[in-house]
């Protein structure tokens, strides 16, 4: 109103009735107890006291509508860091072109990709998305979780070592072989052609997180391992490895994105999920499995 000099061209900028403008006004001047503007039939100027708060406060609240410009310009377009934690497997296979793809979709963007061995709280640690398979809730009940894809799981194992303790025809005989498991892991689930679930209580020879050392261990004939197949496949097919227990399925695993729970999604965690989900669903990997659930509050139900 000061710059425009009249209620009717303020209430037009404003997208306001003329009365509401004027209510506003006067219950400004109420509340500070002093007039802000001479207002006669032809004009409307600041008072002296009008002019000393325009002074004072103006720059205030210019500052105010960037700040407010700014933090709206974060949900409309993606801009500063994304930071992205995710176990070496999905970061080394399955979502290295998903990220060069938002790196080269948005030049703005800046992306930081930390390859956690463990489950760990995003929200604590500053990320904006953990993709992960859990296995125990997260302390923070401010996140959801968005289960985004099932990944097929192999049993393999060396051809010299199969050669050497025999044909493996049954998941009941792992339970006399050298095995090799994920940390924390104390069995492994099987469900038979005919649908009979199966749990084995395993003696590992080795646990670890590190997908590449378990990897590395099948192919030295240390013992037999079940991990992703698409971790696995280029060593299957140069013959490093041989897949066995094909007539007997393996639970998936569940990848699940966490992010922090918000109204609003920002602009860069949208951008990378949707390249996540345009990646999924063109991709020909038969062990990859689209999940259409929408985000949930974290823990997922299956960890209740």
Known sequence: ??????????????????????????????????????????????TDAGEALLRDAGPLFQRL??????????????????????PYEFAAKQLAEVVLEVMREHAGLRIEVDVAPRQIDPLAQGYDIMLTVPREPLPDSGMVAQRVFDLRRAVVIAPALLERLGPLTHPDQLLDWPCLGLAGESEWQFRTPGGEALNLPLDFRMRTSNSELRLQAAV????????????????????????????????PMRVYAVFPGRRLMPAKVKVFMDALHRSIEQSAQADLRPIGEAPAPWPPAALL
């Open 65 to 86: 509508r960037e700040v407010s410009e700014d933090a709206a310009a974060t949900f409309q377009s993606p801009a500063g860091t994304l930071r992205i934690a995710m």
């Open 1 to 46: 109103m000061a710059t425009l000099g009249s209620f009717t061209r303020a209430a037009d900028r404003l997208g306001l009735p003329k009365s509401s403008v004027s209510t506003a006004v006067s219950r400004l001047e109420g509340k500070l107890g002093v007039r802000l503007f001479e207002r006669s039939t032809r004009r409307l100027r600041l």
């Open 220 to 251: 030295a004939g240390l013992g037999v391992a079940r991990i992703t197949s698409a971790f696995a496949e280029e060593l299957i097919a140069a013959g490093a490895l041989r897949e066995v227990l094909t007539g007997f399925q393996s639970p």
